[in-house]
């Protein structure tokens, strides 16, 4: 009680304070603890706001890749340029090369501005140039799966070129174009003019979603369809080798272990190996796989043995804690009725502890999908990813891309109009992981217990 | 499964083999399992163990000794015949300025090519074997299916790979023998053991605690393959160029005419600044999130605000690289460039990649990272001890910097040292938003690059594994996980005692 008194001889407040009125102190201490709260909220403010500028600034330059600039015309494939001897003979009409189908198409111009009353200064050649290069080779490629047609007159649709499309998207303008060889302010004006007459519109684009990549001078003609085998190769190899090992080496950690240096040793490493920066497990690649067993270069059998590598121990620490989470009353009970550990194990344990593992998988599997660092070491970039595998042993050891590879090396390209393309490329690979991670929440809810 | 057949047959006699033993080894286990039941007269519960387990038995014997020599042989064959390749190599045919292991890989695209004329069926196996250089053009004649060699063939090198070829074919074949014969070997012991005496569920489980062994010691193994694969080519590279240049040179200018200084300090430098930013970025902000989501906001902000945080956790780091090269970078011009057309008329920032620009956006990819640590952190202090501060008189936020954020300290501590090594150890936004040039400077407008940067540049493309330009990669990968390392080693050790603390 002495301190009390003695607190009550030296009062620190003025005797006509009262507790409905804040003194000056007070309200300095107040007004901290409101300073201090807005902090945290700005905080979070931020980080949610640039969350909403990232996801607004994919979707915003992203989806533009979905739809392309097409142009629809009348062809007629003459029969005088592609089979001079009338024979249809396929061996004849393939020495036409697609050099000889660029007059045709300069007539079916030709033939539209007539037909709807254009009016144009443009030569034939520069009304082509309107085109998507891989016009001829499409025409070429139509010729040679259909010889009969030869003659007639029929209704094509053409990739415009890039600048075009960039023109109804809004990329290119006629005050940006100044000194642009691929591209004239007449020709824009063409442009208009076909609009006007229906011949030329933006429509939704499969290609791509499942074509290939296209070389530096077409990036209308690019796809990633390619590139999505190749991650899925990627998958199915980390998919066949992470999740066995990663669920038997934490079976072995969690239930068999004993408490000694090694497995001390042995759960140090694993929780620094899922530290070691990305780049480290391609360095490996390179080194192991590729230099020393000669794996081929750029195949996804090798990105898929690095991301492997790369996911186990997400993988064995999920499933660990997976493990860690089925009562030992489970295990007593198998035990007390006869089973040994490892019927225990495999028999009540790793069924009931399966949404978990599942689930950590299927983590693991998005972070290995999206990560791109490792795979420029084994080189899975710098060449055109163009053909798709046509089988299992050509999906692995073919060289390939992946979804991800394939997005940095559009970045990389000078033209803008692949830069479209990569945006639209991350909403593509961003789809993936959302439904994955959304795959792994839905089990999460579906199937976890609490006991 | 037909196609996964045509993929085992394509890699040749390696694809007949492991088909051979799978299907011996399916056999192993239906036969077994049958003997066993049989030798019980018939009546399971005469046998020491279930049945399947005898099935299991004989296919562990079969498979695993088999496929298990097979892995090391396929592993090991290649070095082995290099090594011997290489000393057959004499002194008089490495030429000037060329190194042995330059020969050596000469060799292996000679022999290549060779398999793949006579796969294309241009040679036959006899000619491949008895070619020689006076009579005939190798470069040729291999050029002819496609193999195009940088130079003529000598007789050495042909020599060489003729019978680098004859080795790995008979090293094949054995193996074959060998697996073969393991097969063979494991399936009639398998056979022969089960019995109803035998105790068939004792072995298939110690056989099984062996497998789970083995696959947790692959974490150790993962290690010391990138400690080796590193520290190998990290010794060939200082064998090749002067290490003081190297750790205090400070010049970095690879040239591949050789002659280049490679110096690791300036691209440290340019590391450890964008990773400076980008703490400054993301320590306050997800340091802050983490105590409002933890002390003042209710359940409902919580479950909205923080998996929303956790999502800039999820997105792929290539996507951080493209915002940072397209939008946050041209965002950044335009405030700080540009001269009079720029928001500020300054002219201090020429190009879209900066200092700046990768370590704003590490800033934000670390955000959550350090958020959710922290986040865990607190909520570790134990609670009595706010009450007892609370209880004092203090107020919330004089509770949590005097009493909660001194509890945690170490622990977020932890958090920032773990957020440090993710920042140095990160590629794609430093590849796509850094740039390229190496310098020292304090100007954050500046373009720099990083360790992380020059590996990837060093290594893509057409490597040389004899050039101190491919090689110094390795020395620079090598310095990169130590440096994470000893990181998020000294990050542990705090946070786990700080753990002890409490509990």
Known sequence: MSDATQGAAVPRRKLNSSLMTEDPRTKKRNAAERRFKLYGLLAIGIGLLMLTILVFNIINRGTGAFQQTFVTMNVELLESKLDKDGTRDLAKIKKVSTFGYTPIIRGAFEAKVADAGLVTQLSPKAMAGILSKSAAAQLRDFVLANPDQIGQTIEFRFLASSRVDGYLKGRVSRASIGNDKNISVDQLDFVDQLIAAGALQKRFNLNFITGADASDQRPEAAGMGVAMMGSLFMMMVVLALALPIGVAASIYLEEFAPKNLITDIIEVNISNLAAVPSIVFGILGLAVFINYMHLPMSAPLVGGLVLTLMTLPTIIISTRAALKAVPPSIRDAALGVGASKMQAVFHHVLPLAAPGILTGTIIGLAQALGETAPLLLIGMVGFIASNAPDGISSGLLDPNSAMPAQIYEWAKRADPAFYERAWGGIIILLVFLVTMNTLAVILRRRFERRW | ?503
């Open chain 2, 1 to 503: 499964m037909r196609d996964f057949l045509n993929a085992l047959l394509t890699m040749g006699i390696t694809g007949y083999v492991v088909a051979v033993v799978l299907v011996l080894t399916v056999l192993g286990y239906v036969m077994a399992r049958n003997r066993a039941v049989r030798s019980a007269g018939g009546d399971v519960r005469a046998l020491h163990s279930l049945p399947s387990y005898y099935g299991y038995n004989a296919a562990m014997m079969i498979a695993v000794p088999a496929l298990g020599v097979l892995a090391i042989w396929c592993l090991a064959q290649p070095s082995m015949i290099s090594n011997a390749i290489s000393a057959q190599i004499s002194e008089a045919t490495i030429a000037q300025g060329s190194t042995r292991a330059l020969v050596l890989s000469e060799v292996q695209r000679v022999a290549d090519g060779l398999n793949t004329a006579v796969a294309q069926g241009a040679m036959t196996q006899d000619e491949a074997a008895t070619l020689n250089v006076e009579q005939e053009d190798v470069r040729a004649r291999l050029a002819d299916v496609g193999v195009a060699l940088g130079a003529d063939v000598t007789r050495d090198v042909l020599v060489a790979a003729q019978s680098y070829r004859e080795m790995s074919e008979s090293g094949r074949n054995w193996m074959s023998i060998v697996v073969l014969a393991l097969a063979v070997g494991g399936f009639a012991i398998g056979l022969r053991v089960a019995q109803s005496t035998f105790r068939a569920r004792n072995m298939v489980e110690r056989a099984v605690l062996a497998l789970l062994m083995i696959a947790a010691s692959l974490a150790i193994l993962t290690t010391i393959g990138i400690v080796l694969s590193m520290v190998f080519e990290t010794v060939n590279f200082f064998g090749l160029h002067a290490w003081k240049d190297f750790f205090f040179g400070g010049v970095w200018a690879p040239n591949f005419r050789g002659d280049s200084d490679l110096s690791i300090l300036p691209l440290l430098w340019g590391t450890l600044y964008i990773s400076v930013i980008a703490l400054l970025v993301a320590v306050p902000i997800g340091l802050f999130a983490a105590i409002y989501l933890s002390e003042y906001a209710s359940a409902g902000l919580r479950g909205f605000a923080k998996p929303l945080l956790e999502i800039l956790a999820g997105i792929p780091t290539i996507v951080y690289g493209l915002f940072a090269l397209l939008t946050v970078g041209p965002f950044l011009v335009s405030i700080f460039g540009r001269g009079g057309a720029g928001l500020l008329g300054v002219e201090w920032m020429s190009g879209a990649t900066a200092v700046l620009t990768a370590g704003l956006v590490m800033g934000i990819m670390l955000i959550p990272f350090v958020s959710s640590l922290s986040d865990d952190i607190i909520n570790a202090v134990p609670q009595a001890m706010r009450d007892g501060s609370l209880g004092l008189g203090a107020t919330p936020s004089e509770t949590i910097r005097q009493v909660v954020l001194p509890a945690a300290l170490p622990g977020i501590v932890g958090a920032v040292l773990l957020a440090a090594s993710r920042a140095i150890g990160e590629t794609m936004i430093v590849v796509l938003g850094a740039g390229a040039i190496a310098k020292v400077s304090l100007n954050p407008l500046d373009s720099m690059t990083t360790i992380t940067t020059r590996i990837v540049s060093q290594l893509t493309g057409d490597t040389d594994f004899a050039s101190p330009e491919t090689l110094v990669a390795f020395a620079l990968g090598l310095t990169l996980f130590v440096l994470t390392l000893g990181l998020n080693v000294v990050a542990l050790v705090i946070v786990r005692k700080y753990r002890e603390q409490y509990e």
